[in-house]
C-alpha cells in the first residue's frame, strides 16, 4: 500500500503544479490594471507604480512565478497589501473556525446521509424511500445560503436554541464550541447529505440484488447485519467517492456558511480579501483551498485500497 500511496502522490504533484500555475496567474487574469484597482481612484501615478513594484507586475511573468513557487515551497505565501501582516499568519488565525466547520459537518452528514441511503434501498418504492428522494431533491435545490438564513430565523431568532452568529473556541469549552457550529453544519452539510444519500441508495440497490446477499440471508443474520456488514462493505468504494467529491462542496459552501453565520474562519478572510482587492491573500487562500482538495483526493485513492484490497492500480 506504501508504494501504490507514493505513486498516487508523485502523480499528483503535476496537478499541483498546474493550479499553482494557475493561481499566480490570476494576478495578471484580473480586468484592468490590479495596481491601480488597489491604490484607488484617487491615488498618483507614483503610488500606482509603487504597488505594481511591490507585487512583483514590472518583472517577467516566469520570473517572478519561479520566486513565488520557491516561497511557496519554504511556507511563505506573501504579505497582505492592507494589514501588512503574512499571509500565513492570516490564514492560521482563521484554520480553527474552518476545520471545527468541515469536521462537524462531515461527521453530521456521513452519520445521517449513509443510514438514510441505505433503509432508502431497503424499502425501495415504500413511502421511506420517497421521503428519503424528497430530503434528496431539496437538498440540491436549496441553496446553502438559503437553509442557513431559514435555521438562523427558526432556531436562533424565534426560539433562541442557539446562537444566531459567531464562533466559539473549543478551548472555551466543548459543548459551547459545538453549539456554535450546530446550525452552520446543517445549513452546510444539507446538499452534502442529498448527495451522499442518493450515491449509497443507487449502490445498495445494486448489491442487495447479488448472490452473496442472499446466501447471507439464507444462513439466518439479521437484517441489520446483511444490511450493514454485507451489503455496505461491498458498496463502499463508490460511497467514499462520492464523501471525498463532496469536500469540494463543503470547501465551496464554507466561504458562504462562514459569511452568513459570521464565523471568522478562512471562508470570511477570502470574502473580505476579494472586496478589498487583496491579491496575495486571495492567492494564498485559494492555493490552499486547491492542494487542500488534491490532498484530499489522493487520500480517497488511498482509502480505496483499505476498503477493497482488490484495488491495487
Known amino acids: 500500500?506504501?508504494?501504490?500511496?507514493?505513486?498516487?502522490?508523485?502523480?499528483?504533484?503535476?496537478?499541483?503544479?498546474?493550479?499553482?500555475?494557475?493561481?499566480?496567474?490570476?494576478?495578471?487574469?484580473?480586468?484592468?490594471?490590479?495596481?491601480?484597482?488597489?491604490?484607488?481612484?484617487?491615488?498618483?501615478?507614483?503610488?500606482?507604480?509603487?504597488?505594481?513594484?511591490?507585487?512583483?507586475?514590472?518583472?517577467?511573468?516566469?520570473?517572478?512565478?519561479?520566486?513565488?513557487?520557491?516561497?511557496?515551497?519554504?511556507?511563505?505565501?506573501?504579505?497582505?497589501?492592507?494589514?501588512?501582516?503574512?499571509?500565513?499568519?492570516?490564514?492560521?488565525?482563521?484554520?480553527?473556525?474552518?476545520?471545527?466547520?468541515?469536521?462537524?459537518?462531515?461527521?453530521?452528514?456521513?452519520?445521517?446521509?449513509?443510514?438514510?441511503?441505505?433503509i432508502a434501498a431497503w424499502q425501495a418504492g415504500k413511502w421511506v424511500d420517497r421521503l428519503v428522494m424528497v430530503v434528496a431533491v431539496a437538498g440540491f435545490s436549496l441553496p446553502v445560503f438559503v437553509v442557513g438564513y431559514l435555521l438562523a430565523y427558526f432556531f436562533a431568532l424565534e426560539n433562541e436554541w442557539f446562537p444566531v452568529q459567531g464562533y466559539t473556541p473549543i478551548a472555551q469549552g466543548f459543548w459551547l464550541w459545538l453549539r456554535s457550529l450546530i446550525l452552520p453544519s446543517l445549513a452546510l452539510g444539507f446538499v452534502y447529505v442529498a448527495l451522499i444519500a442518493r450515491i449509497t441508495r443507487a449502490t445498495m440497490l445494486e448489491v442487495l440484488g447479488q448472490d452473496y446477499v442472499k446466501t447471507a440471508r439464507s444462513k439466518g443474520l439479521s437484517e441489520g447485519e446483511v444490511l450493514f456488514v454485507h451489503a455496505l462493505k461491498n458498496a463502499a468504494v463508490p460511497i467514499v467517492t462520492v464523501i471525498g467529491i463532496g469536500i469540494g462542496l463543503l470547501i465551496g459552501g464554507a466561504v458562504v456558511t462562514e459569511s452568513v453565520f459570521v464565523i471568522p474562519g478562512i471562508g470570511r478572510l477570502t470574502v473580505d480579501a476579494i472586496l478589498q482587492r487583496d491579491y496575495p491573500v486571495i492567492q494564498g487562500v485559494v492555493l490552499l483551498f486547491s492542494f487542500s482538495y488534491v490532498l484530499i483526493n489522493l487520500g480517497v485513492d488511498v482509502v480505496y485500497t483499505l476498503v477493497d484490497p482488490r484495488i491495487r492500480y
Open 1 to 118: 500500500m506504501l508504494a501504490y500511496a507514493a505513486r498516487r502522490f508523485a502523480s499528483a504533484i503535476p496537478v499541483m503544479l498546474v493550479v499553482a500555475l494557475f493561481v499566480f496567474s490570476l494576478l495578471y487574469l484580473a480586468p484592468g490594471d490590479p495596481a491601480a484597482i488597489i491604490a484607488g481612484d484617487q491615488a498618483t501615478a507614483e503610488a500606482v507604480e509603487k504597488i505594481r513594484a511591490s507585487l512583483g507586475l514590472d518583472r517577467p511573468f516566469l520570473i517572478r512565478f519561479a520566486e513565488w513557487l520557491w516561497r511557496i515551497v519554504r511556507g511563505d505565501l506573501g504579505t497582505s497589501i492592507y494589514t501588512n501582516l503574512p499571509v500565513t499568519q492570516l490564514i492560521w488565525q482563521r484554520v480553527e473556525p474552518t476545520l471545527s466547520l468541515m469536521l462537524v459537518t462531515l461527521v453530521f452528514s456521513i452519520m445521517i446521509a449513509v443510514p438514510l441511503g441505505v
